[in-house]
């Protein structure tokens, strides 16, 4: 047994014996596996893919199951009315973060993830902001970038058809750093697409549930670097410096464009310029963590959702077909899609809909945490919960979305081919939850419109062939991590036609 071990066990025994006396008011805790003594659920906890086995458990114990983690209270919610009922009907208790030690503490990220704050003023502070950056009313001044973007993806998939994940990765991260700041990134090995994707590649490993023994135990963080067995200490020190900057390079390139007058339109320029003088350094704060979250919450969330894309088209080309014809009857061949005509084009938008339903690329959304002791539906909810939203239960109600499993725009539809009312909108779950949800939906809502229908009108996206010469049949296969994201696939990416080629040739993407 190691030092570390042995501190690690000696740490839950305490917080068991302090999380039972906090069990009072002689209600009971909501049902739940049973667990062992003292250690509680840990061995029943799943090491990956998290949701599937919670699924299961909410057939068997019901909408809110209870999980004690040697001492640490999981809560997880598998429907509609119990994420009402916590993050909305409660929403002053359940919109705090639990601690993210590796993450916030060691590497130093809490300073600037609005994502991770602790509900309070500072949290209030960001995301006010955050909102009027991001909220819908603000979105049209955006559409000259996500167009500049599509456009450019189209040329990419022209030239290099067997990239398009990497393409798609890509068009994401280009589009924040463009909107947030300005800078045009066309490479993809940019050295600001790579400092922002080392520092992504961290936040994902770092906030995989389980891949660090101080979250579980935040009183290992005091065991310096260089203990025998201390290597988390190490890569967190890494770590900073790749925070460092993403926060800092891209803010420092717009503020030297501003000071020699060659700033080009962006949410960072926009908010330098408002900046108070009194308040100089609390100002650039706002703005680099403005910038940071955007980055760390919205690209990889975005090019998952676009991959998911490719995948439903290339499993689906019944799919595919349907909407390129509701394309080629509202645009016509002479032009490609733009945002005047998303009310036009229902199937277009119930795909967009079925894709978040279908494969929820946050299938758990960000926990929450009760700020303090609560009741709810009859059970007690000690303070320091961690409360999740499963977001992937949720999204396959069978009652709500018959056959879940199956890839089905059409159920967004009514019979006369708009878009139907009385189906809950998967919004109700793929941004999370109550104070805390993703600001950032309208925005990533729209860029993601464009890219898929500029996709869908100009090419046609299939599985791969085998060596026997017929397609090979592929199926939703994901990566397990902080966001869900397909499995690689070697797509054909083939334009539908001449007249599609000379399209994309005649659209200006690079200028
Ligand atoms: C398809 C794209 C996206 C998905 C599926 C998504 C999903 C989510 C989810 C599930 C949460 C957690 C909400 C909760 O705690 O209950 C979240 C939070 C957040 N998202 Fe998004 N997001 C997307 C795009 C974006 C974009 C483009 C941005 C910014 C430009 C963004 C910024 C944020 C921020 C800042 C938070 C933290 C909010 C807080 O803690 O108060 N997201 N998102």
């Known amino acids: ?78 429907s509609p009315e119990a994420t009402s009922a916590f993050f909305e009907k409660k929403s002053g208790v359940y919109s705090d973060r639990p601690r993210f030690v590796m993450i916030n503490e060691l590497v130093g990220w809490e300073e600037f993830a609005i994502g991770s704050y602790r509900y309070g003023n500072a949290w209030r502070e960001l995301r006010r902001v955050f909102h009027q950056q991001y909220h819908s009313g603000v979105i049209p001044p955006y559409h000259p970038v996500f167009r500049r973007h599509a456009h450019r993806l189209l040329h990419n998939l022209l030239t290099e058809p ?74 967190a020190l890494r770590w900073k410096a790749f925070m460092k ?37 609390h100002s650039e704060y706002i703005i680099k963590a403005v ?53 036009n084009l ?5 795909i967009l809909k079925e894709l978040t339903r279908w494969l ?22 000690p303070k320091g919960t961690i409360v999740l939203g499963n977001s992937w239960s949720i999204l396959r109600d069978p009652v709500r979305y018959p056959e879940p499993d199956q890839f089905k725009p059409e159920r967004f539809l009514t019979k006369d081919e708009s878009l139907a009312t009385d189906v809950p909108d998967p919004s109700i779950a793929a941004f999370g939850y109550g104070r805390r949800i993703c600001p950032g939906r309208h925005f990533s809502d729209s860029s993601i419109y464009l890219l898929v229908a500029c996709m869908l009108a100009t090419f ?14 592929i199926t939703a296969e994901m990566s397990a991590g902080a966001v869900l994201r397909p499995a690689r696939v070697d797509y054909i990416v083939k334009p539908r036609s001449d007249a599609a080629i000379d399209l994309i040739n005649k659209t200006v993407a690079f200028q």
């Open 245 to 281: 900057d993403m926060l800092n390079k891209p803010f420092e390139a717009v503020k030297d464009d501003m000071q020699q007058g060659r700033a080009v339109s962006s949410i960072a320029a926009t908010m330098l310029q408002e900046i108070s003088q009194d308040d100089e350094e």
């Open 162 to 235: 067997k990239e398009l994940e990497q393409h798609l990765l890509h068009t994401a991260s280009a589009v924040i750093l463009d909107t947030m700041y300005g800078i045009d990134v066309v490479d993809r090995d940019d050295p600001y697409v790579t400092i922002a994707e080392k520092a992504m590649e961290v936040i994902v490993e770092a906030i995989n549930p389980g891949a660090f023994l101080v979250d579980s135990f935040p009183a290992l963080k005091y065991v310096p670097s260089w203990f025998p067995g201390a290597e988390f200490q190490r890569k």
């Open 360 to 381: 929820p690329v946050v299938p758990l959304a960000v926990p929450h945490a009760a700020l303090s002791d609560d009741e709810v539906r009859g059970y007690f909810i």
């Open 346 to 350: 229902p199937y277009v938008n119930a």
């Open 460 to 473: 046609n996206i299939s599985p791969p062939i085998g060596e026997d010469g017929a397609p090979i049949k």
């Open 1 to 78: 047994m190691t030092v570390l071990t042995a501190l690690a066990i000696v740490v839950f025994v305490t917080a068991w014996i302090f999380s039972s006396r906090s069990r009072r008011r002689g209600l009971p805790s909501p049902p739940g596996p049973k667990g062992l003594p003292l250690i509680g659920n840990l061995l029943d906890f799943p090491a990956t893919f998290q949701w599937l086995t919670f699924e299961k458990w909410h057939k068997q114990y019901g909408d809110i199951v209870y999980l004690n983690l040697a001492g640490q209270s999981l809560v997880i919610l598998g």
């Open 291 to 343: 910038g940071g979250a955007s980055y760390a919450a919205g690209s990889d969330t975005t090019s998952a959702t676009t991959q998911v894309f490719a995948l439903a088209m290339a499993m689906h080309p019944q799919v595919q077909a349907r909407a390129q014809a509701e394309l080629d009857a509202v645009v016509g061949p002479d032009r490609l899609p733009d945002f005047d005509d998303r009310p």
